[in-house]
């Protein structure tokens, strides 16, 4: 019986470290977030004017990778660019065209599986 108990508490512990490494591998994958502009010098921002150009950036720090990103606005409407391919350490950026004000939520899928998730907001 005890060492069934160990078995047990072997494969628990394993399969709970199995799970982990994913995530935590996924998160340092990519890079991603929204700024207050276009240009590869825009720094990540949580707040962007009205009427400031927005962008959604996007990095593969893994390999190359095909990506898509989405954007729901604060009026429920979600919207998708088209799947496009990330070559590693390239930074790429989709422009958001929202002036509406509230809270705009982005996120970003490699292979059908949400990588990424960045909240901002333009305030009224």
């Known amino acids: ?15 709970l470290l199995a799970g982990a490494v994913p995530a935590s591998a996924g998160a340092a994958a990519y890079k991603h977030y929204v700024a207050c502009g276009v ?3 825009a720094k990540p921002s949580h707040s962007c004017p ?7 950036f996007f ?5 190359d990778v095909f990506y ?7 009026t429920g409407k979600n919207l998708c ?3 496009q391919e990330a070559i590693q350490g390239t930074l790429y950026v989709n422009k958001i065209t929202s ?3 509230g809270k705009h939520k982005v996120s ?9 998730l960045f909240v901002f907001n333009v305030p009224g």
């Open 39 to 41: 240009s590869q010098n």
């Open 1 to 15: 019986m005890k060492g069934l108990k160990t078995l047990t508490a072997v494969l628990l512990g394993s399969a």
């Open 99 to 101: 002036n509406i004000p």
């Open 81 to 83: 660019a088209p799947r």
């Open 108 to 116: 970003w899928f490699v292979e059908g599986k949400r990588v990424g």
């Open 50 to 56: 009205k009427k400031s150009k927005k962008g959604a």
């Open 59 to 63: 990095k593969s720090l893994v390999g």
């Open 68 to 74: 898509s990103v989405c954007v729901k606005f604060p």
